[in-house]
């Protein structure tokens, strides 16, 4: 398996535009998770889906953000409209159980101008 | 407040020391985990521990579990700049009634080792 998928790599935007990060789970695994990292803050998770469905997604951090996960391949992150304070590190990361191995992805890098 | 509070925050040392970072949590655990991350890429697995005073070895690297499930150390027995990176320490389902919000992480140490 080639592992979590994430894309684009690095995404520069300005200020009020849409952002649509997108992530490729690994085969199989039943989890999903997406994270933001930062200096300030570390690795924060935002949401969690448990077989396509979100379970948790508490730490979404305003109604600007959302995630969809429509079939167990696929799943995106949205920001609608981006903010400077939304530029960071945006990890996927997949898993069997909620608990055991967390596999991620390479992140994005997101930059809001 | 951070669940799991990670110490130090940043540490240089020449290769060939030794090493000792935390992280500590006043919550009990079901499970640790602890990652290390290079830069531009995602954190990668080094060992689960699961049992309170469970000892896990990977080569140079030394995991602990407390005896109390709050709290972990890696060690580190001679580093070289190969271990340079972002350790990360990340908690399973608390006892304490955190509910099924997944895996929690510190903050990390980020380790340099100088050649």
């Known amino acids: 398996d080639a592992g979590v998928i994430q894309s684009p790599r690095h995404e520069v935007t300005e200020m009020g535009q849409e952002v649509t990060l997108r992530c490729k789970p690994i085969s199989g695994h039943d989890y999903l998770f997406w994270y933001r990292q930062t200096m300030m803050r570390g690795l924060e998770l935002l949401i969690y889906f448990n077989n396509n469905v979100p379970i948790d997604d508490s730490g979404m951090p305003e109604d600007r953000f959302s995630a969809k996960m429509p079939n167990a391949s696929f799943s995106t992150l949205k920001i609608q409209p981006s903010e400077p304070r939304d530029s960071a590190v945006y990890f996927c990361a997949s898993s069997l159980w909620l608990y055991t191995e967390a596999f991620f992805g390479q992140g994005t890098r997101l930059t809001v101008v | 407040t951070q669940l799991l509070e990670q110490s130090p925050q940043f540490l240089s040392i020449q290769e060939g020391e030794n090493l000792t970072v935390y992280c500590n949590s006043s919550s009990v655990f079901s499970s640790l985990q602890w990652y290390r991350q290079e830069p531009g890429e995602g954190p990668v697995l080094l060992v689960t521990?699961?049992?309170?005073?469970e000892v896990k070895k990977l080569k140079r690297l030394t995991f602990q579990f407390g005896d109390a499930r709050k709290d972990s150390s890696l060690h580190i027995t001679a580093a070289q700049p190969g271990d340079t990176g972002l350790y990360l320490c990340a908690g399973g389902s608390r006892y304490s009634g955190g509910g099924a919000d997944g895996l929690t992480f510190g903050k990390g140490t980020h380790l340099i080792i100088q050649p």
């Open positions: 521990v699961v049992t309170g005073g």
